[in-house]
Each structure stands twice: as structure tokens, then as C-alpha cells.
């Protein structure tokens, strides 16, 4: 007996919670919540807190996260104004501003739906306003020349507007460009472009080096010369006075200038042979006309 | 009483097949993967609940068979007619026996193949990435499941117990099915109900248990009927039917593990174990203790214990009435009151522009013309654009690069949360807002520069920059959250032009190796001009000093030949003469004509020889050759 009143107390206390999780739900402070009674919306709670309701299938109850919700588009190509092709991609940040128009338009209040169309008109947004810019509005040496508001701004504006027309329950909270890129086939170019930047600056380095060096030898070479000729200039100069010192004694061999005619005319004929020579002597030649009076094997005349 | 059984029977079926068709549609609606192990357990319930209810009628009708046969047998007397054990005679114990002898093996062997095709196609299921409980619909089939679980326990527990009584035997297949059905429904339950409570694996996790069970009902099954070949047939002797599963019946009684266990204690110590006070106790209260236990569990949540480092956002009824510091805290029992744990004195880090990569991350060295993470590429600014020849592209068309370079940034981001109310209600994904905001910023910082000067000069002026801007981007979303620190850790060229960037170093070091050579040469050409300068002005000094001394000695050596001439003019000047000759003719070659009887023609080459070879050697000339 006591343990079937156990077992009805069980029982009772299953029921109970059983019954509360059928008659009572909570909506939480991120939460809005959407109550339909056979299927047609009649209650849209904004309120945290808990509420009762008449169990499934009377009434159902959908909850929504209403705190902003975040998506990036896909990296998508587009042509800008002046007809490069750049890939775009932005960060969308949405939340759900009617949950009670948001609810039917989305199969049963399905985000991802909700997404999936908000993506749809993001890209055709996108497109629209990135066609209406040059490449220099979204990459530029000069920062000020940016347009990256303005640009978010007006892709904001045409998928808000778009909302707002087909009351889709839902708004635009902030968006952003996430992320810019180039084709692989620009992408290519540019590298090759950053090359040849590259080459450039390599053969000026090359070049300037080059140059800096030949001006370095020439002066170089300028100064040493420079340095040997005046160098060259001194010498003369010093072997002149050594010459004019040498003219001074030159009265003396003036005292008898036939024998220092002859003394100069030997030490010319020294000098003169000091070389390899080849000398042809007849027999009157002296020394050699000691040979004239030896017996010879000449015709008797 | 008889009647009874059968009704019993065939409500245990109705029963079955009605929760299990509910079962199964409220598993479609949800999508629990637990519901579908649960959903077929409980079909194989259904089957059981009505062979036993078959079989329970087939007996029925054996028995009033017998009645009718002795209640003729009565009214008649004795008869040949009615003593025939032919089996024409009794068609119903005909039936039954050849049900038991043919359609019983042939039950278990199809529950066996159910039960072996449902673990297998329920594994194979279960594995697809894409099940999941639907969180939306998780309330209503949670209840769902407990008011199956509630209605097959009480109708299982009635069963049972009356499942005991002589000839209902055979309610206990079914009665076991129902009551270890609800244990499983409740089962299910807490799946679901994982969901409600971020544990979304519970779900996934009782399923694969639930594959296991099958399976082992699948392996008693079929051991079962292995042994059923070789049972003894006795004569008279009920046997137990094939499709009573032990495995099952365990389970839907486990207080029956009781019974045999207080028979081996018995057995072990040798006194009656099973009738002490404790074991009494225990074997009577369990429901109280099981009770107890939720009780304790429900109490457990009126406690919070918050770790260093974290804070807790405590909700009541959904709504945030405050937020939990680290220590001990006191709140409602669950539903009634949630915390939500959030790390917010820990400092969080994020990479912008690159993937970490853990085979590249051990790499010592790191370069730029080496990839060592996942790197993307950032379009960057570029003050002279230049159009050049695609050679790569078939066509001959000319491509126009855009006047933008591409840049590797590599950009720790690290962060922590300082209004976790903020934090928590802002946004539904904070820390991806917070990845997107601060990508934003660098994307929007890196086109607004060159990319010689970021890669430069500008670097530490970007990363305080970034912090700033990522930091105002912050507060203007309200996302409660301060930026630490930005590092621009790693940022270079492309890994495919890296290399172009290294070889202008290169040519920069080439070109100040050209210049010092130049200047190492000016200095040495500098150096021997000045030592030939100073040699040449030497020699000058030499040559006059030579010169003055000459001039005078040769004065002096005039003054004393002055007299010897003027003494003897012509023996003087013959002296000088031949002393001079013959010093200066030494070396020379020599040739003296003298008249001979022959007429000789000498002719002389004057030329200067080119080089010197063999014929110019002075030889020794032979006595035997006179000159001419």
C-alpha cells in the first residue's frame, strides 16, 4: 500500500511537471516571442518573463533571438565605375524589428530564410552602388579620398528601404565592407605589376651604384694625377736647379775649351757605345792601322 | 480470470501501437535522433505484444477446446470417438503447437533481423552531420515524451505484476516491452530536453546507446534461438516463449537484479542475506531514494559557483535581474532562475588575416617568401600605377592592372569583456561582430595607405591607429568590450612577389658593395699616386744633388787635366783617346777590313732582331775559324 501511494506521488509530481512544461513557456530578455492559436499569430510577447499558454496543438509558441544577428555576404565580384573588377564583400548586422510580420514571411519565422533574402538583396545592392564608384573611392594613397561610409551607407539604405517596402519585420542595425579583393586573373597583373616595380628599383640600385663608383675612381684617378703632375712639375723644377747649380762651375772649362771640346767629344763617343754596337774599322783606323804593314795574302799590284 | 489475460493482452497492444505511432511522429517533428531508437524499440514492442496476444488466444481456445471435449465426454460416457488422441479430433491444440513449432522460431527470426537492420540503419543515420534536435519544437515533444513515458509505466507496471500470476505468462513479453518503453520514452525526454539546456549531445549520445541495446537484443535473439534447437522437449513442461527477451525484462524490472543478487548473497554467506533490515529497506524504498535523488538534483541548482575570471548574467523567468561575481551564490532551483557564464577577465585573442597553421607554426625562421600560415591577401594602395603586358593570358589583349598593390597582414587581436550585460544582449554573436568590426578597420586602414610606407615607417603608428579605430567601432555597437592590444606581427608582400622585395635589398647591398670598392680603390690609386709623387720629387732631389756634385768634380778634374794637356797636347790627347776607345769599344762588335787576295762582299744585316734566340749566344769561336 505504501508503495503505490509512492508510485502515485511519482506519478503526481511527473504529471505536474509535465503539465508546466505544457502550460507554461519563458521568453528571455534576448527573446520575442510569437503565440498562435491554430495557427493564426495572436500574441507577440517583447517582455521577458513567464507566460502561460493552452498546450500544442491550441497554441504554439515561436521564439526569436531580437538582439542583432550577424551575416557576411559571399566574396562576390562586381565592376566598379571606371571598369575594374573588384571582389566585395560585406558584414550585415540585422535584428527583428515586428516579430509578428517577421513570423509568417519566413516560414515559421525561420532566420535562415530571413537571411537567405536579405542576401539576395544585399548582393543586388551591393552591385548596384560598387557599379557607382571608381576602384580610387575604395583604395587610395590618399586616405582622405576614401568613400568607404558613404559606400557602406548607400548599400545600407537601398537594402533598407527594400525591407521597409515589403515589411519584412525585419531592419538593417549596421553594415560594413569585410573584406576587398581582386580576380586571380587581375591578381596576376598586379603581382607582374609589383614586380616590374620591384625590377625598376633593382636596376636603379644597380645602376646608381655603378655610377656612384665610376665617379668615385674618376676623382680618384683626377686626384692622383693631380698628385703626379704636380709631383712632376717639382721634379723639373729640382733637377733645374740641380742643372743651374751644375752651370755655375762652367767658367772653368771655359779656360781651355779645346781640351774640353775633346774631353766632351770621348765621353760622347763612351756614351754612344755603351750600347750594343757594330763597329766597322778600316786599316788606317788607329788602333787598327797597326795592321797595314802585315804580310797579306793580297795580289802583288 | 482467463478472459482477463486476454483483454490484458490485446489493451498491452493497442497500447503499443498507439504510442509507438505517436512516438513516431513526435521524433519526425523534432527530429530526435534518441525518438528513433525509442520509436523502434517500441514497434518491436508492438510486434511482441501481438504474438503474445496471439498466442494467448490460441491457448484460450485449446482450453475451451478440453472443456467442450470432457463436458461431451461427461454427458455421453465413455467413447472411442472422443478418447482418439487424433489431432482432428483437437484442432485448436493443433494450432497452438504447430504455432509454437513453426510460427514462434519464425518470429524470432524476423525480430532478430529487426533488431539487427534497426541498430545498423539507426548507427548509420545517426552519423549524418545534419540530425539534430529542432530546438523551436524541443517543449512540446519533451512533454509528449514524458506523458508516453507516464501511460506505458503505468499500464507496463499493472502488467507486470499480473504478468506474475499462474498461466499469464504470457503478458510478460509485452508487459516488459511496455514498461521498459516508458524508461526509454523518459530517456528520449532527457534528450530533448539537452537541448533546452546547451548540452545538444545528449540527444546524439543516448541514440548511439540506444543502437547498442538493439544490437544486444539483436545478439540475445539470436542465441536464443541457437539454443532453442538443442532445448530438451519435455512433455508437460511450459517453455518459455522465444520472443520473451531476458535482455528486456531486465530492463524494465532492474529490481529484479535484487532477487538474484540476494540469492547469490544468500548462497555466498550462507544465511538469508535478502531478509536483513538494510537489504529489506533498500529493496522497499527505492522509489523514495530514485525520489530523493531528483529532489537532491533539483536543490543542486539552487547553487551557483562562479570561477575566477568569469561573471554570470543570472536571468529569472527569462528576464536579467543581475549579474554574478566570482564565489558561491544562492539562486532559484531550475527552470525558475538560468545563469549564463561569460569569460570576461580573461583576455581573448583573434586573428585578422591569417589562419594559423600548426605545421607552419613550428617553423624557427620565419619569411616572407616562405608561406607559414594560411594568409590572405589585403588590397593596398599604390602611389604609381603602371600598366603592363598579361604574358600569361592566350589573348593579346593588354590587362590594366589596378593601381592597388596586394599585402600579408598578420593581426592578433586581443580583447576582453568589460559590460558582460552589454555583451550578452547586444548582439547574438558578439564575437563575430567583433572579428567583422575589426577586419573592417584594418581593410579600410590598408586602403588608405602605400604600401611601402605601412610596410615601413608606418608600422607602429598602424597598429596604434587600428586599436583606436577598432576600439571606437566597438563602443559605437555597445558590444562591451575593450581592445588591448593590436599587433601587427607579421606584414609583407605576397609570398609570390616576396622574393622581387628581397631582391631589391639585394641590389641595395650591391649597390653600396659597388661604391666601397670604388672608394677602395680611390683611396689606393690616392696612395700610389702620392708614394710616386714623392719618389719622382726624391729623384728630382737626387738628380740635382747629383748634377751640383758632378758639376763641381768635374770642374776639379778639369783644373787638374789643364796642366797635363798644356804639357803635352798630343801624347795627352792619344792617351785619352785610346783609353776611351778602348773602353767604349769593349763591348762592341767589331769588324776590320783589310785588303786580301779575294774579293769579298760583306754584307751586313742591320736589322734589330725581334728575340733573342739561339743564334745571338756568343760561342766561343774555334780555333779553326779566323775572322776576316
Same mark, same amino acid.
Given at each position: 500500500?505504501?508503495?503505490?501511494? =509512492?508510485?502515485?506521488?511519482?506519478?503526481?509530481?511527473?504529471?505536474?511537471?509535465?503539465?508546466?512544461?505544457?502550460?507554461?513557456?519563458?521568453?528571455?530578455?534576448?527573446?520575442?516571442?510569437?503565440?498562435?492559436?491554430?495557427?493564426?499569430?495572436?500574441?507577440?510577447?517583447?517582455?521577458?518573463?513567464?507566460?502561460?499558454?493552452?498546450?500544442?496543438?491550441?497554441?504554439?509558441?515561436?521564439?526569436?533571438?531580437?538582439?542583432?544577428?550577424?551575416?557576411?555576404?559571399?566574396?562576390?565580384?562586381?565592376?566598379?565605375?571606371?571598369?575594374?573588377?573588384?571582389?566585395?564583400?560585406?558584414?550585415?548586422?540585422?535584428?527583428?524589428?515586428?516579430?509578428?510580420?517577421?513570423?509568417?514571411?519566413?516560414?515559421?519565422?525561420?532566420?535562415?530564410?530571413?537571411?537567405? =533574402?536579405?542576401?539576395? =538583396?544585399?548582393?543586388?545592392?551591393?552591385?548596384?552602388?560598387?557599379?557607382?564608384?571608381?576602384?580610387?573611392?575604395?583604395?587610395?594613397?590618399?586616405?582622405?579620398?576614401?568613400?568607404?561610409?558613404?559606400?557602406?551607407?548607400?548599400?545600407?539604405?537601398?537594402?533598407?528601404?527594400?525591407?521597409?517596402?515589403?515589411?519584412?519585420?525585419?531592419?538593417?542595425?549596421?553594415?560594413?565592407?569585410?573584406?576587398?579583393?581582386?580576380?586571380?586573373?587581375?591578381?596576376?597583373?598586379?603581382?607582374?605589376? =609589383?614586380?616590374?616595380?620591384?625590377?625598376?628599383?633593382?636596376?636603379?640600385?644597380?645602376?646608381?651604384?655603378?655610377?656612384?663608383?665610376?665617379?668615385?675612381?674618376?676623382?680618384?684617378?683626377?686626384?692622383?694625377?693631380?698628385?703626379?703632375?704636380?709631383?712632376?712639375?717639382?721634379?723639373?723644377?729640382?733637377?733645374?736647379?740641380?742643372?743651374?747649380?751644375?752651370?755655375?762651375?762652367?767658367?772653368?772649362?771655359?779656360?781651355?775649351?779645346?781640351?774640353?771640346?775633346?774631353?766632351?767629344?770621348?765621353?760622347?763617343?763612351?756614351?754612344?757605345?755603351?750600347?750594343?754596337?757594330?763597329?766597322?774599322?778600316?786599316?788606317?783606323?788607329?788602333?787598327?792601322?797597326?795592321?797595314?804593314?802585315?804580310?797579306?795574302?793580297?795580289?802583288?799590284? | 480470470?482467463?478472459?482477463?489475460?486476454?483483454?490484458?493482452?490485446?489493451?498491452?497492444?493497442?497500447?503499443?501501437? #498507439?504510442?509507438?505511432?505517436?512516438?513516431?511522429?513526435? /521524433?519526425?517533428?523534432?527530429?530526435?535522433?534518441?525518438?528513433?531508437?525509442?520509436?523502434? $524499440?517500441?514497434?518491436?514492442?508492438?510486434?511482441?505484444?501481438?504474438?503474445?496476444?496471439?498466442? #494467448?488466444?490460441? !491457448?484460450?481456445?485449446?482450453?475451451?477446446?478440453?472443456?467442450?471435449?470432457? !463436458?461431451?465426454?461427461?454427458?455421453?460416457?465413455?467413447?472411442?470417438? $472422443?478418447?482418439?488422441?487424433?489431432? !482432428?479430433?483437437?484442432?485448436?491444440?493443433?494450432?497452438?503447437?504447430? $504455432?509454437?513449432?513453426?510460427?514462434?522460431?519464425?518470429?524470432?527470426?524476423?525480430?532478430?533481423?529487426? !533488431?539487427?537492420?534497426?541498430?545498423?540503419?539507426?548507427?548509420?543515420?545517426?552519423?549524418?552531420?545534419?540530425?539534430?534536435?529542432?530546438?523551436?519544437?524541443?517543449?512540446?515533444?519533451?512533454?509528449?515524451?514524458?506523458?508516453?513515458?507516464?501511460?506505458?509505466?503505468?499500464?507496463?507496471?499493472?502488467?507486470?505484476?499480473?504478468?506474475?500470476?499462474?498461466?499469464?505468462?504470457?503478458?510478460?513479453?509485452?508487459?516488459?516491452?511496455?514498461?521498459?518503453?516508458?524508461?526509454?520514452?523518459?530517456?528520449?525526454?532527457?534528450?530533448?530536453?539537452?537541448?533546452?539546456?546547451?548540452?545538444?549531445?545528449?540527444?546524439?549520445?543516448?541514440?548511439?546507446?540506444?543502437?547498442?541495446?538493439?544490437?544486444?537484443?539483436?545478439?540475445?535473439?539470436?542465441?536464443?534461438?541457437?539454443?532453442? &534447437?538443442?532445448?530438451?522437449?519435455?512433455?508437460?513442461?511450459?517453455?518459455?516463449?522465444?520472443?520473451?527477451?531476458?535482455?528486456?525484462?531486465?530492463?524494465?524490472?532492474?529490481?529484479?537484479?535484487?532477487?538474484?543478487?540476494?540469492?547469490?548473497?544468500?548462497?555466498?554467506?550462507?544465511?538469508?542475506?535478502?531478509? /536483513?533490515?538494510?537489504?529489506?529497506?533498500?529493496?522497499?524504498?527505492?522509489?523514495?531514494? *530514485?525520489?530523493?535523488?531528483?529532489?537532491?538534483?533539483?536543490?543542486?541548482?539552487?547553487?551557483?559557483?562562479?570561477?575566477?575570471?568569469?561573471?554570470?548574467?543570472?536571468?529569472?523567468?527569462?528576464?536579467?535581474?543581475?549579474?554574478?561575481?566570482?564565489?558561491?551564490?544562492?539562486?532559484?532551483?531550475?527552470?525558475?532562475?538560468?545563469?549564463?557564464?561569460?569569460?570576461?577577465?580573461?583576455?581573448?585573442?583573434?586573428?585578422?588575416?591569417?589562419?594559423?597553421?600548426?605545421?607552419?607554426?613550428?617553423?624557427?625562421?620565419?619569411?616572407?617568401?616562405?608561406?607559414?600560415?594560411?594568409?590572405?591577401?589585403?588590397?593596398?594602395?599604390?602611389?604609381?600605377?603602371?600598366?603592363?603586358?598579361?604574358?600569361?593570358?592566350?589573348?593579346?589583349? /593588354?590587362?590594366?592592372?589596378?593601381?592597388?598593390?596586394?599585402?600579408?597582414?598578420?593581426?592578433?587581436?586581443?580583447?576582453?569583456?568589460?559590460?558582460?550585460?552589454?555583451?550578452?544582449?547586444?548582439?547574438?554573436?558578439?564575437?563575430?561582430?567583433?572579428?567583422?568590426?575589426?577586419?573592417?578597420?584594418?581593410?579600410?586602414?590598408?586602403?588608405?595607405?602605400?604600401?611601402?610606407?605601412? #610596410?615601413?615607417?608606418?608600422?607602429?603608428?598602424?597598429?596604434?591607429?587600428?586599436?583606436?579605430?577598432?576600439?571606437?567601432?566597438?563602443?559605437?555597437?555597445?558590444?562591451?568590450?575593450?581592445?588591448?592590444? *593590436?599587433?601587427?606581427?607579421?606584414?609583407?608582400?605576397?609570398?609570390? *612577389?616576396?622574393?622581387?622585395? +628581397?631582391?631589391?635589398?639585394?641590389?641595395?647591398?650591391?649597390?653600396?658593395?659597388?661604391?666601397?670598392?670604388?672608394?677602395? #680603390?680611390? &683611396?689606393?690609386?690616392?696612395?700610389?699616386?702620392?708614394?710616386?709623387?714623392?719618389?719622382?720629387?726624391?729623384?728630382?732631389?737626387?738628380?740635382?744633388?747629383?748634377?751640383?756634385?758632378?758639376?763641381?768634380?768635374?770642374?776639379?778634374?778639369?783644373?787638374?787635366?789643364?796642366?797635363?794637356?798644356?804639357?803635352?797636347?798630343?801624347?795627352?790627347?792619344?792617351?785619352?783617346?785610346?783609353?776611351?776607345?778602348?773602353?767604349?769599344?769593349?763591348?762592341?762588335?767589331?769588324?776590320?777590313?783589310?785588303?786580301?787576295?779575294?774579293?769579298?762582299?760583306?754584307?751586313?744585316?742591320? +736589322?734589330?732582331?725581334?728575340?733573342?734566340?739561339?743564334?745571338?749566344?756568343?760561342?766561343?769561336?774555334?780555333?779553326?775559324?779566323?775572322?776576316?
Amino acid at each position: 500500500m505504501k508503495r503505490n501511494a =509512492m508510485t502515485v506521488v511519482i506519478g503526481t509530481v511527473l504529471i505536474v511537471i509535465f503539465a508546466l512544461l505544457l502550460f507554461v513557456f519563458q521568453v528571455r530578455q534576448s527573446e520575442v516571442a510569437v503565440v498562435t492559436t491554430f495557427g493564426r499569430p495572436t500574441r507577440n510577447l517583447t517582455e521577458p518573463g513567464a507566460y502561460c499558454k493552452w498546450p500544442w496543438p491550441v497554441e504554439k509558441v515561436y521564439k526569436f533571438d531580437q538582439r542583432v544577428q550577424n551575416f557576411e555576404d559571399r566574396f562576390s565580384q562586381n565592376l566598379t565605375a571606371d571598369n575594374n573588377n573588384l571582389l566585395v564583400m560585406v558584414y550585415v548586422g540585422w535584428k527583428i524589428t515586428d516579430a509578428k510580420a517577421f513570423f509568417p514571411k519566413f516560414a515559421g519565422g525561420s532566420t535562415l530564410a530571413a537571411q537567405s =533574402m536579405l542576401e539576395s =538583396m544585399l548582393r543586388s545592392a551591393k552591385s548596384a552602388v560598387v557599379g557607382k564608384h571608381p576602384l580610387a573611392d575604395f583604395v587610395n594613397a590618399d586616405a582622405k579620398q576614401l568613400k568607404f561610409n558613404a559606400i557602406e551607407n548607400e548599400i545600407e539604405q537601398a537594402v533598407q528601404s527594400q525591407l521597409q517596402t515589403n515589411n519584412c519585420g525585419i531592419g538593417i542595425a549596421f553594415l560594413g565592407i569585410k573584406k576587398l579583393g581582386l580576380p586571380e586573373n587581375v591578381t596576376q597583373t598586379v603581382f607582374q605589376r =609589383m614586380t616590374s616595380e620591384r625590377q625598376i628599383l633593382i636596376s636603379q640600385f644597380e645602376f646608381e651604384g655603378e655610377a656612384e663608383a665610376q665617379k668615385i675612381r674618376s676623382a680618384a684617378e683626377r686626384q692622383a694625377a693631380e698628385t703626379i703632375a704636380n709631383a712632376d712639375a717639382a721634379a723639373t723644377r729640382i733637377r733645374g736647379e740641380g742643372e743651374a747649380e751644375a752651370a755655375k762651375v762652367l767658367p772653368v772649362f771655359q779656360q781651355n775649351p779645346e781640351l774640353e771640346n775633346f774631353l766632351l767629344r770621348i765621353g760622347a763617343l763612351q756614351q754612344s757605345l755603351n750600347q750594343r754596337a757594330t763597329l766597322i774599322f778600316d786599316e788606317r783606323t788607329p788602333p787598327f792601322d797597326l795592321f797595314q804593314h802585315l804580310p797579306t795574302n793580297a795580289p802583288s799590284r | 480470470m482467463e478472459r482477463n489475460v486476454q483483454k490484458n493482452g490485446l489493451v498491452n497492444l493497442v497500447a503499443a501501437v #498507439m504510442i509507438f505511432i505517436a512516438a513516431f511522429v513526435v /521524433t519526425c517533428f523534432v527530429n530526435s535522433l534518441a525518438g528513433q531508437g525509442c520509436s523502434i $524499440f517500441l514497434g518491436l514492442g508492438a510486434l511482441v505484444a501481438f504474438a503474445g496476444w496471439f498466442q #494467448m488466444r490460441l !491457448e484460450e481456445n485449446e482450453r475451451l477446446e478440453k472443456l467442450e471435449v470432457e !463436458e461431451l465426454a461427461r454427458a455421453k460416457g465413455e467413447s472411442t470417438l $472422443f478418447t482418439s488422441k487424433d489431432a !482432428e479430433v483437437f484442432p485448436a491444440q493443433r494450432a497452438r503447437e504447430q $504455432f509454437e513449432k513453426y510460427f514462434v522460431p519464425g518470429f524470432g527470426v524476423l525480430l532478430f533481423l529487426l !533488431e539487427a537492420g534497426g541498430a545498423w540503419l539507426l548507427w548509420r543515420w545517426i552519423a549524418k552531420p545534419a540530425n539534430g534536435v529542432a530546438p523551436d519544437r524541443a517543449m512540446p515533444s519533451l512533454a509528449l515524451f514524458g506523458i508516453f513515458a507516464l501511460l506505458l509505466f503505468l499500464l507496463g507496471r499493472f502488467s507486470v505484476t499480473i504478468a506474475r500470476l499462474e498461466n499469464h505468462r504470457l503478458l510478460r513479453p509485452s508487459a516488459s516491452f511496455l514498461l521498459a518503453g516508458a524508461y526509454l520514452c523518459f530517456v528520449t525526454a532527457l534528450g530533448i530536453a539537452g537541448v533546452k539546456v546547451d548540452f545538444p549531445k545528449v540527444d546524439f549520445y543516448l541514440a548511439r546507446a540506444l543502437c547498442v541495446l538493439l544490437g544486444l537484443m539483436a545478439a540475445e535473439m539470436l542465441g536464443t534461438l541457437l539454443l532453442e &534447437i538443442y532445448r530438451p522437449r519435455v512433455k508437460g513442461r511450459v517453455a518459455r516463449p522465444v520472443y520473451d527477451s531476458r535482455l528486456v525484462g531486465l530492463l524494465a524490472q532492474p529490481e529484479s537484479l535484487f532477487t538474484t543478487a540476494a540469492q547469490a548473497l544468500d548462497y555466498q554467506f550462507g544465511f538469508k542475506v535478502s531478509e /536483513t533490515w538494510f537489504f529489506q529497506l533498500l529493496q522497499k524504498n527505492l522509489p523514495l531514494l *530514485v525520489l530523493a535523488q531528483l529532489v537532491v538534483l533539483l536543490l543542486s541548482t539552487c547553487v551557483v559557483f562562479i570561477d575566477a575570471g568569469e561573471q554570470a548574467v543570472l536571468e529569472r523567468f527569462g528576464r536579467p535581474v543581475g549579474v554574478l561575481e566570482p564565489g558561491a551564490h544562492f539562486k532559484l532551483p531550475w527552470p525558475a532562475d538560468r545563469i549564463y557564464l561569460y569569460r570576461t577577465d580573461q583576455i581573448q585573442t583573434f586573428d585578422i588575416g591569417f589562419t594559423p597553421d600548426a605545421q607552419s607554426e613550428q617553423a624557427k625562421t620565419i619569411l616572407w617568401s616562405v608561406s607559414h600560415s594560411k594568409e590572405e591577401n589585403f588590397l593596398v594602395a599604390n602611389r604609381e600605377p603602371v600598366t603592363i603586358r598579361n604574358e600569361n593570358t592566350d589573348t593579346n589583349d /593588354t590587362l590594366k592592372a589596378p593601381p592597388v598593390s596586394l599585402i600579408t597582414v598578420s593581426i592578433p587581436v586581443q580583447f576582453q569583456i568589460t559590460n558582460v550585460l552589454a555583451w550578452a544582449y547586444t548582439n547574438a554573436e558578439p564575437t563575430n561582430l567583433l572579428q567583422d568590426l575589426a577586419t573592417r578597420e584594418v581593410v579600410h586602414y590598408l586602403a588608405g595607405v602605400d604600401l611601402n610606407d605601412v #610596410m615601413s615607417h608606418m608600422r607602429l603608428e598602424a597598429a596604434r591607429d587600428l586599436r583606436l579605430q577598432i576600439q571606437a567601432a566597438v563602443d559605437e555597437y555597445h558590444l562591451g568590450a575593450k581592445i588591448i592590444f *593590436v599587433g601587427l606581427q607579421d606584414i609583407h608582400p605576397p609570398v609570390k *612577389v616576396a622574393g622581387d622585395y +628581397e631582391k631589391v635589398v639585394g641590389a641595395e647591398q650591391t649597390k653600396l658593395a659597388k661604391i666601397l670598392d670604388a672608394r677602395a #680603390m680611390a &683611396i689606393r690609386t690616392n696612395a700610389l699616386a702620392g708614394a710616386r709623387a714623392f719618389t719622382m720629387t726624391n729623384v728630382a732631389d737626387a738628380t740635382r744633388q747629383r748634377l751640383s756634385v758632378s758639376a763641381l768634380a768635374s770642374a776639379a778634374l778639369f783644373t787638374n787635366q789643364i796642366p797635363a794637356f798644356a804639357a803635352a797636347p798630343s801624347v795627352y790627347r792619344q792617351r785619352k783617346y785610346f783609353q776611351a776607345f778602348a773602353d767604349a769599344t769593349a763591348g762592341a762588335r767589331k769588324y776590320i777590313l783589310l785588303v786580301t787576295n779575294t774579293q769579298d762582299v760583306v754584307i751586313f744585316d742591320l +736589322e734589330d732582331k725581334i728575340r733573342e734566340d739561339l743564334l745571338n749566344l756568343n760561342v766561343p769561336s774555334s780555333p779553326n775559324h779566323s775572322s776576316p
